[in-house]
């Protein structure tokens, strides 16, 4: 699944909408790890109170020390790491969009963050303000495909999302067609 879907294109407007925390890859986590840790706290409060609380299994003859409580401490942790990840998943966190738009001159990035008054990350910058557009292509083990913008006195700015890394092909086509739209130079292809 891309991480950047294109959302509008005209001739002044050209618009990408970028998925944040929204994937499968964490829904599969959220559920995993909070059915898991549901899993382990009822092991862990069944062998304390010696009763059973699963339905599937008889934790209740576990000793509570040492067993039940280390069953206890993970399923606790489990469910902890499960609800951080229902939260990433409501928040949308690193969701948002990059905006070009020839007639304001301006490249915008917005980008969802935890909950407070800065969860939008907003940055914009003048057209004048690029210099090019990196891509950065690396195989491997750990694979990474993303799209950087030059900002003169800032850097390279990363214009994809986190997660799978988008198709080869995908990344060739939005960078040129970025490149193209702002007039600027590619590199790395």
Request: proline content about 5%; hydrophobic content about 40%.
């Amino acid at each position: 699944m891309s991480t950047t879907v294109p959302e509008t294109r005209s001739a002044d407007v050209l618009r990408y909408t970028v998925i944040g925390s929204r994937r499968a890859s964490v829904y599969f986590w959220a559920v995993a790890l909070t059915g898991g840790g549901l899993g382990f706290t009822l092991a862990g409060l069944s062998s304390y109170f010696h009763q059973n609380l699963l339905p599937f299994s008889d934790p209740a003859a576990l000793v509570f020390i040492p067993q039940g409580i280390a069953m206890l401490f993970y399923g606790v942790l489990g469910s902890l790491a499960g609800l951080y990840q229902w939260l990433s998943l409501y928040w949308n966190l690193g969701g948002g969009y990059n905006e070009f738009d020839r007639q304001a001159q301006k490249v915008t990035l917005v980008r969802q963050g935890f909950p407070g008054k800065n969860r939008e990350v907003r940055l914009e910058y003048d057209f004048a303000d690029v210099q090019s557009l990196r891509v950065e292509l690396r195989e491997g083990l750990n694979p990474r495909r993303a799209i950087y913008l030059r900002v003169k006195g800032r850097g390279d700015i990363p214009l994809t999302g986190v997660g799978q890394p988008p198709p080869l092909a995908e990344i060739e086509n939005q960078a040129a067609e970025i490149a193209r739209f702002l007039n600027v130079n590619l590199e790395g292809i």
